[in-house]
């Protein structure tokens, strides 16, 4: 068991797709960008602080949920080539995270305008993800429609 671990972890970001040995065996494809890039998007649908409506956000849960998303975005980060497009715009949310978590105030009136600017990166960023590599979502419309956006971001 031991063995198969350690085979997991040198091999992460790779499909195992076959094996062929009298003990076991494997042969691995590694993932696209395409691949990073869509599971990424699957992952922050289920991120309340998106596209939930402002007024019932609460302050911590989502500070904690922007730490996570901000791990999240750093391992994809690990996974893309470095400069690529992909890297660009997962690193365009990690900066948009570590912004928010910087400077959000203690006043929800301070905190509600630091979480629209955040969501309108996020906009901005899921849409150049989802029309680049055809990932298919509603990520954009959830936030943009629970997010009341004006000109001046």
Not at 114 to 121: D, E, F, H, S
Request: with cysteine; aromatic share 8%; net charge positive.
């Amino acid at each position: 068991m031991k063995h198969i671990k350690n085979l997991y972890r040198r091999n992460r970001g790779r499909r195992i797709t076959g094996a062929s040995t009298p003990w076991g065996g494997a042969s691995w494809t590694p993932e696209t960008e395409k691949d990073f890039m869509r599971n990424l998007v699957v992952a922050l649908e289920n991120r309340r602080f998106l596209f939930d409506p402002l007024p019932e956000e609460n302050r911590s849960w989502v500070v904690k949920s922007v730490l996570e998303v901000r791990k999240e975005l750093t391992d994809t980060r690990k996974n893309l080539q470095n400069d690529s497009e992909a890297d660009r715009t997962v690193k365009a949310l990690v900066i948009a995270c570590q912004d928010f978590l910087t400077r959000t105030p203690r006043n929800m009136s301070g905190f509600n305008e630091a979480l629209t600017k955040l969501r309108g990166v996020f906009v901005v960023e899921l849409q150049k993800i989802c029309d680049v590599y055809k990932v298919k979502s509603d990520i954009v419309e959830k936030i943009q429609r629970s997010t009341p956006f004006d000109h001046k971001m």
